[in-house]
T-cell receptor
Framework: DAGVIQSPRHEVTEMGQEVTLRCKPI?????LFWYRQTMMRGLELLIY????????DSGMPEDRFSAKMPNASFSTLKIQPSEPRDSAVYFC???????????FGQGTRLTVV | GDSVTQMEGPVTLSEEAFLTINCTYT??????LFWYVQYPGEGLQLLLK?????DKGSNKGFEATYRKETTSFHLEKGSVQVSDSAVYFC???????????FGKGTTLSVSS
């Protein structure tokens, strides 16, 4: 298996632009997580899905952030409009619900200028 | 709510030194415990895990024992290498399919 695949690996955008991050979980996994990592706050859970259904989005910073999982093999995290304070590394992870441990993608490094 | 507390870093060691990174947790139930490692520019990788009290997880010379009485899961390695330089995260998960809860991470730097 190729593992969790995220795209793009790097994204530089101007403030106010829409940004879409993509994630393909490991085949057969039924839980998917979006995390954000910054120096100041460490690793923060933004949202997670079980069986494509959002379960907890309490970590989503504000209405500018939205996440979808239209099917078991694809998820997106969208920021609209983007702001410089959104600059971070965004990780997607997936797990098989009964196993507890999660497998992480390589991350998307987002820079908003 | 559930939480994980790790020792503050950075930890700086010479090659072949003994490593301990402390981790304690707070949980209402009986969580599974994990150590993840993040090498520069990469995502987090599972290093080891333990799913019940007194279990010992081990991998690549690293070990950690699930201590329910002290709510701890300290990471140890007898002889570190330069290649072990990375950020180490302690994490917990309950068995209900919820997300992992991470500590803030501890940076380890090993010099030759």
């Amino acid at each position: 298996d190729a593992g969790v695949i995220q795209s793009p690996r790097h994204e530089v955008t101007e403030m106010g632009q829409e940004v879409t991050l993509r994630c393909k979980p490991i085949s057969g996994h039924n839980s998917l997580f979006w995390y954000r990592q910054t120096m100041m706050r460490g690793l923060e859970l933004l949202i997670y899905f079980n069986n494509n259904v959002p379960i907890d989005d309490s970590g989503m910073p504000e209405d500018r952030f939205s996440a979808k999982m239209p099917n078991a093999s694809f998820s997106t995290l969208k920021i609209q409009p983007s702001e410089p304070r959104d600059s971070a590394v965004y990780f997607c992870a997936s797990s098989f619900r009964g196993a507890a441990e999660a497998f992480f993608g390589q991350g998307t490094r987002l820079t908003v200028v | 709510g559930d939480s994980v507390t790790q020792m503050e870093g950075p930890v700086t060691l010479s090659e072949e030194a003994f490593l301990t990174i402390n981790c304690t947790y707070t949980a209402t139930g009986y969580p599974s415990l994990f150590w993840y490692v993040q090498y520069p520019g990469e995502g987090l990788q599972l290093l080891l895990k333990a799913t019940k009290a007194d279990d010992k997880g081990s991998n690549k010379g690293f070990e950690a024992t699930y201590r329910k009485e002290t709510t701890s899961f300290h990471l140890e390695k007898g002889s570190v290498q330069v290649s072990d330089s990375a950020v180490y995260f302690c994490a917990l998960s309950d068995h209900g399919g919820t997300a992992l809860i991470f500590g803030k991470g501890t940076t380890l730097s090993v010099s030759s």
